[in-house]
T-cell receptor, first 114, second 111 residues
């Protein structure tokens, strides 16, 4: 079945440590997105990519980095510069390079600070 | 910048009652999308409206896009416990823009 796979489901980070969240899709979608969701809150866009080897900052990109070397993969690194990383991270993709298409989401990764 | 707001933030209803959530954008939208997120889950796409004044139905759910394409509503008739979750609206400014999500309306259904 086609879909978006995020791993790991749960992740713990130590102070000063960088961690990378994986997102893989086999839907042949052009665009991919990373969102952060805090408890009881909406989705805030971190980064998005409309094509391989290109990506743009979203509303809360500080302390995060991404790469898009392959169409299927859009990993997110939470760096030590992100002082409050505890949140639910959601990866999504859409069918066309235009951002207006409906988005398909992965199951998410819950990141906590040790 | 563009803002998308939703009201109410929370809604508690008795099973069988109706429910409506409203979505308002500070700018005109090329389309509006609605998503549902069950507790502990991820957002799932429900529907997309494109035309001014458009109304679409999915069983007990009715979605409407305003004439000015700046607001939308989701109405659920005779709620069931399976309707529990947070409903998000989302829309781009143009067909080539990233999508902006509203803060969501959390629905609780009391059996």
């Amino acid at each position: 079945d086609g879909g978006i796979t995020q791993s790991p489901k749960y992740l713990f980070r130590k102070e000063g440590q960088n961690v990378t969240l994986s997102c893989e899709q086999n839907l042949n979608h052009d665009a991919m997105y990373w969102y952060r969701q805090d408890p009881g809150q909406g989705l805030r866009l971190i980064y998005y990519s409309q094509i391989v080897n290109d990506f743009q900052k979203g509303d809360i990109a500080e302390g995060y980095s991404v790469s898009r070397e392959k169409k299927e993969s859009f990993p997110l690194t939470v760096t030590s510069a992100q002082k409050n990383p505890t949140a639910f991270y959601l990866c999504a993709s859409s069918i066309a390079s235009q951002g207006a298409q409906p988005q398909h989401f992965g199951d998410g990764t819950r990141l906590s600070i040790l | 910048g563009q803002q998308v707001m939703q009201i109410p933030q929370y809604q508690h209803v008795q099973e069988g009652e109706d429910f409506t959530t409203y979505c308002n954008s500070s700018t005109t939208l090329s389309n509006i999308q609605w998503y549902k997120q069950r507790p502990g889950g991820h957002p799932v796409f429900l529907i997309q409206l494109v035309k001014s004044g458009e109304v679409k139905k999915q069983k007990r759910l009715t979605f409407q896009f305003g004439e000015a394409k700046k607001n939308s509503s989701l109405h659920i008739t005779a709620t069931q416990t399976t309707d529990v979750g947070t409903y998000f609206c989302a829309g781009p400014q143009t067909s080539y823009d990233k999508v902006i999500f509203g803060p969501g309306t959390s629905l609780s259904v009391i059996p």
